[in-house]
């Protein structure tokens, strides 16, 4: 764990921090992102003032502030995008009809890194080795997703309203990743991935999630005791979710919540 590069928040720079983490190295900073967003907001004048610089539309574009970052250091997606065109990599929107996107969707594990934001806070989902991690700035330390939980997270994230992005393209190497496939980080427990107070709502995403998981998990030769917890968990979400319609809503929600939580359990 201590090969991987992981930056710790500070003050509202998640944005950097993302940047590094999905990159694994100390590539950007606040003043480079700045000049970034300065130019995106250029640009943008540039563009505005082709209607016209006598315009209202253009006198009430130059009053308004940036749209591309502010005094707490928060920057937009344009400027993570603009960030990582750099280095050759893109940014797809998960929920798009890019097929990219959806391989990603129907294979999550099967990508390299996502970034993810939700009110103002960016962070990173990668894969180093053979292994995911969630690289959140806020995290004291890396923490471990497999393979199994990985759709059930991303999910989830969709559920509470997180916009998520498959990033594409080449990333830069790392010794984190050739150190991590020799030697693949081991985690006693499964940590609680997904928000303890999790929506009971039916939500397709999440469903479809449950699904591709159990049948991930059941294609594995010899599931250890985790596995086989999580896979009873999935199935007793998919039997609320394909109850008969004469049976109480109340009683359907809380079956699905009581096998979502039996999947976050250590």
């Given at each position: ?144 997703i497999s393979d199994t939980y990985l759709s059930l997270f991303l999910a989830q994230l969709r559920n509470e309203g997180y916009s998520i992005f498959v990033v594409f393209g080449q990333l830069p190497e790392c010794q984190a990743d050739e150190v991590l496939k020799t030697n693949p980080v081991i985690s006693a427990s499964n940590p609680r991935y997904l928000a303890p107070s999790i929506s009971t709502e039916s939500d397709p995403d999440l469903q479809a999630a449950l699904r591709l998981s159990l049948q991930s998990s059941e294609q594995q030769d010899s ?44």
């Amino acid at each position: 764990m201590d090969a991987i590069f992981h930056e710790k928040q500070d003050g509202s720079l998640c944005a950097q921090h993302c940047l590094n983490s999905l990159l694994q190295g100390s590539y950007f900073n606040a003043v480079d992102l700045g000049s970034l967003a300065s130019r995106l907001d250029e640009e943008e004048r540039e563009q505005m003032a082709e209607g016209g610089v006598d315009t209202e539309d253009y006198r009430t574009f130059l009053q308004q502030p940036s749209s591309n970052m502010d005094d707490s250091g928060y920057f937009s997606v344009q400027v993570i995008s603009s960030a990582l065109q750099v280095w050759g990599l893109e940014l797809v929107p998960y929920c798009s009809t890019d097929e990219r996107a959806k391989s990603a969707l129907e294979n999550p594990s099967q990508m390299q890194a996502f970034i993810c934001n939700y009110k103002e806070h960016w962070f990173t989902i990668r894969k180093i080795g053979n292994q995911w991690f969630n690289l959140n700035s806020l995290l004291a330390k890396p923490q471990l997703i497999s393979d199994t939980y990985l759709s059930l997270f991303l999910a989830q994230l969709r559920n509470e309203g997180y916009s998520i992005f498959v990033v594409f393209g080449q990333l830069p190497e790392c010794q984190a990743d050739e150190v991590l496939k020799t030697n693949p980080v081991i985690s006693a427990s499964n940590p609680r991935y997904l928000a303890p107070s999790i929506s009971t709502e039916s939500d397709p995403d999440l469903q479809a999630a449950l699904r591709l998981s159990l049948q991930s998990s059941e294609q594995q030769d010899s599931p250890d005791s985790d596995d086989r917890e999580l896979q009873e968990a999935m199935r007793l979400s998919l039997q609320a979710l394909s109850s008969s319609p004469d049976e109480e809503e109340d009683d359907e929600d809380a079956l699905l919540k009581k096998a979502i939580m039996m999947s976050l359990q250590c």
